[in-house]
């Protein structure tokens, strides 16, 4: 129970009190009124949460102060949408929260009250949950599920990250360093991992339903129970599995064989027990452990195989013939930070990637992530050439082509090259078409002083590959900036034009003139370059 100057706090007013710190105001008004108010939103159901909310200010103060909370649909200047604000007009009222926190309810400086604080428990759970239901999010988008509370207040943030350690919860704490006006967000709190994420859940939890709904979705979307294998259990079958792989066994053939999960073999099994793995060889049990097990599995784990056997569990290297083989990233992972200049770093892991690889490379495929792309295009996100003969690299796109247009219904392609690296020669010899985006032609056209001030800061080129015939093209690809469509000597750079497709279904034709491209930054650079003529 929580006591205050001898008067009982309920634990809901904890709960509007905390929302109040959240999305609330409490003072006087311009027009001089003596006000108690909550935002409480404009999103779907967000009516009923207000109704919640008008409901029991109405039960814990309405009848003590003697008012009646209000419920005002609040205009604001579109595009911003109404929200939904319960009022108290309560001197009393006002003056007895004012009291309780000690002053401090303002945006910038509120502050948990300190007899919540001391009170701790079920009253700070209440408070923090008020908190969250204003200022707080929900994120569920695999593979990310994260709750995360945001404010301008960095120290208010820092006792409520304290708070919730009090509880078991772990909370990531960032700081925005950049300029924003004044009342934007400056920091947030961010609770991610699985076992904090329940314990928020059980101990604080959301009274907005749309929001508790969404962490219990989030949750609902864990796919197991228990996500690591008991340490004991790993101990007792790791020696079995290296003897299976010792005799050339598949881990998918030892998974099948104990019973286990596929990737519990190489994920849970082999590197938690690397732990405990000792000093002696797990798999004759009398030789020093000398080399690690990642060079068997993918590895990143500590020593416990001698030399003679990871001769014996190393796997021989699989030759790479003309025929493509379709991979998962993580296999292709180690090649691209051999040989590519990004590595795998940025290759989106999204659903749905895949990799192609021959004995010329590899290519990585994924889903495009600029969004006004259509979905259902591929991008074509690495192409790593590492083959020196000559028209390696379109005799493998001939042969990528054919691949997908047997195993997809894709209907188009798009890459980018940065020119800083590369011209582009490998997409024009392979077919790709270029298909330039508004902000790079707006920023290669500084030079001229052309340059629209707006237009972002964008490097690489944008190819586009024509697979099969496609509505969406024209729409996705043709250029309608307002300043570069309005002007008759830029209209050729905007123009999107579709291929023409023969009889054997190949396109011919098409783009937009790249050559032409060039030759026009070339004049600008040349018009440009100061005179070397001196004078006198």
């Not at 996500?227 to 007792?236: C, F, G």
């Amino acid at each position: 129970m929580l006591l205050w100057k001898g008067r009982v706090i309920e634990r809901e007013a904890c709960w509007l009190l905390g929302l109040a710190a959240a999305d609330g105001y409490v003072g006087r008004t311009t027009g001089n009124e003596t006000k108690l108010s909550f935002n409480c939103g404009n999103a779907e159901g967000d009516e009923s949460f207000a109704r919640f909310v008008v409901s029991l200010v109405d039960r814990l103060w309405g009848a003590r102060f003697g008012f009646k909370c209000q419920l005002k649909l609040v205009d604001r200047d579109p595009p911003r949408r109404p929200y939904w604000e319960p009022r108290c007009y309560s001197a009393s009222l006002v003056r007895e929260v004012l009291g309780f926190c000690e002053g401090k309810t303002g945006t910038y400086d509120w502050s948990i009250p300190p007899a919540v604080l001391k009170a701790g428990g079920a009253d700070l759970a209440a408070w923090i949950s008020g908190f969250a239901d204003g200022d707080g999010s929900v994120r569920f988008a695999l593979p990310s599920r994260s709750v995360s509370i945001a404010s301008v207040n960095l120290s208010g943030l820092a006792q409520i990250r304290e708070a919730l350690g009090g509880f078991g919860i772990k909370a990531g704490s960032y700081e925005y360093d950049r300029e924003v006006k004044e009342w934007a967000v400056q920091g947030s709190l961010v609770i991610s991992d699985r076992a904090s994420l329940t314990v928020f859940r059980d101990k604080i939890g959301f009274r907005c339903q749309r929001k508790q709904a969404k962490l219990e979705a989030a949750l609902a979307s864990y796919t197991r129970e228990a996500p690591n294998l008991l340490r004991d259990q790993v101990e007792v079958a790791l020696p079995q599995v290296l003897e299976r792989r010792a005799r050339g066994e598949s881990f998918e053939s030892i998974a099948t064989a104990m019973g286990l999960a596929g990737t519990e073999i190489p994920k849970g099994m082999i590197k938690r027990a690397s732990k405990k793995a000792g000093e002696k060889c797990l798999v004759c049990a009398s030789a020093p452990a000398t080399h690690s097990i990642p060079r068997v599995v993918r590895g990143r784990a500590p020593l416990y195989v001698c030399e003679a056997c990871l001769v014996k569990l190393e796997p021989a290297p699989e030759p790479w013939t003309d025929e493509l083989v379709k991979l998962r990233l993580v296999d292709v992972a180690e090649f691209l930070d051999a040989h590519h200049y990004l590595g795998r770093r940025g290759a989106s892991m999204k659903s749905g990637a895949f990799a192609l690889r021959d004995r010329h490379g590899a290519l990585v495929f994924s889903r495009p992530m600029t969004a006004a792309l259509p979905r259902d295009w591929l991008e074509l996100s690495r192409w790593c050439l590492v083959s020196k003969e000559p028209n390696a690299g379109s005799s493998q796109w001939a042969r990528v082509r054919e691949w997908l247009l047997a195993n997809t219904e894709v209907k188009t392609l798009v890459s980018y090259s940065d020119p800083s690296e590369h011209d582009g020669a490998l997409y024009r010899a392979s077919g790709w078409l270029w298909a330039p985006s508004s902000q790079y032609v707006l920023k290669n056209l500084r030079m001229t002083g052309d340059r629209h001030p707006e237009a972002p800061y964008v490097d690489k080129n944008r190819w586009v590959f024509a697979l099969r015939p496609d509505e969406a093209r024209q729409g996705a690809l043709t250029i309608k900036h307002p300043w570069l469509w309005s002007r008759e000597d830029r209209r050729w750079l905007c123009d999107w034009i579709e291929p023409r497709w023969n009889r054997r279904g190949r396109p011919a034709g098409g783009g937009k003139d790249f050559g032409r491209w060039r030759a026009l930054l070339a004049e600008r650079a040349l018009a440009l370059e100061p005179s070397s003529a001196s004078g006198g």
